[in-house]
């Protein structure tokens, strides 16, 4: 199948590159870039010397009218805009926020500016959705907080009290986009950690608390503090919920066990073993590790994955894989670098 990529010079859009050159299925004859427009490809990603000798093209639909499938890699707010150039005929999966939210309300307050509306929510793992996917030609990738989230909490649906989760959660800088800003530079990250869009404000939130819903049928209320990490890539997401009355530790890790016993990209860890970013980086997969605090009665759930791969571009051809009607896994890894 011949494939465009429109915004490949950011993060996700090189991990999508890298994830592309490897797909025996996909054929990249298409590669759009607005500020880097003219450049050559390795210039802005030396890694990705598959394309070697080719640019960057500006945005223009002749340039993509013989895609089957086109990933849009765009700034939050932009992908709206270019859809409206491509033939409706062209499957499309979007990595920006776009079209995650059901509620123009929600988009308003977290994004601001008109809501473009909103498409099948592409998180496989999530209960009924990978056949909504499936039969879908336009699909939502999800943010990667989100992702990381609303993997951990779902399992919970039937035994926690969803109105009351609280997250806490780190993210490499990357996940802040490839833009300079004063406070990504090395000097300001390397031996510091600090949250930011603090007291619930992160976009985040209500794309988490719609897909809970949407999934589980559970109203789902969070108090969200995300972190910056000093380190590149990967996310570690601790999940606290209110248990119900009664539920203990082995009913909770059975659940939690059964929600993913036949995932390929989401596991729970064997006791005693915790989610590390380092075991998921470069992967599709997502490690997961849950604990019942005895004081507090409440549920506590530790997520680790790569916010560049299962947070975004990985997650992005898992949902390529299955609106094309491919092996879902189809170029893509669980095993992470480790190190």
């Not at 380190?231 to 909770?252: F, Q, Y």
């Not at 599709?284 to 004081?295: K, P």
Request: glycine share 10%; net charge negative; hydrophobic share 40%.
């Amino acid at each position: 199948m011949k494939i465009g990529v429109i915004g490949g010079s950011g993060y996700a859009g090189g991990e999508l590159l890298r994830l592309l050159s490897a797909h025996p299925k996909f054929e990249v004859v298409a590669i759009s870039a607005h500020s880097n427009a003219g450049e050559q490809i390795t210039s802005v990603h030396p890694h990705l010397t598959q394309y070697a000798d080719r640019e960057f093209s500006p945005f223009n639909p002749n340039t993509f009218i013989e895609c089957e499938l086109i990933f849009l890699a765009l700034p939050h707010g932009e992908s709206a805009s270019v859809i409206f150039h491509l033939s409706p005929n062209i499957k499309i999966v979007d990595l920006g926020a776009d079209y995650r939210l059901e509620s123009a309300a929600s988009w308003e307050k977290y994004y601001g500016g008109a809501h473009a509306g909103s498409w099948v929510y592409g998180a496989p793992e999530l209960p009924g959705a990978r056949a909504q996917i499936a039969s879908a030609s336009r699909v939502a990738n999800p943010g990667c907080y989100a992702t990381a989230i609303a993997l951990g909490i779902a399992p919970a649906a039937q035994i926690a009290d969803l109105t009351d989760v609280v997250v806490v959660a780190a993210s490499g800088t990357t996940g802040a986009g490839r833009s300079a800003k004063i406070n990504l530079i090395a000097s300001e990250v390397m031996g510091n950690l600090t949250s930011y869009k603090f007291g619930g404000v992160h976009q985040h939130t209500p794309e988490i608390e719609e897909s809970i819903t949407r999934s589980t049928g559970k109203k789902t209320r969070i108090s969200f503090t995300p972190i910056l990490a000093p380190m590149p890539r990967g996310i570690l997401a601790t999940i606290s919920m209110k248990l119900n009355v009664g539920v203990d530790s082995e009913s909770v890790r059975s659940r939690y066990v059964e929600a993913y016993a036949n995932e390929k990209f989401v596991s729970v860890l064997p006791v005693g073993q915790m989610p590390k970013t380092s075991a998921v980086l470069g992967s599709n997969y997502v490690a997961i590790q849950v604990a019942v605090d005895e004081h507090t009665s409440r549920l506590t759930v530790s997520v680790a994955l790569d916010n560049l791969v299962k947070g975004a571009a990985g997650q992005a051809l898992q949902n390529a894989n299955l609106i094309c009607g491919f092996d879902e896994a189809l170029g893509l890894t669980d095993q992470g670098l480790g190190i």
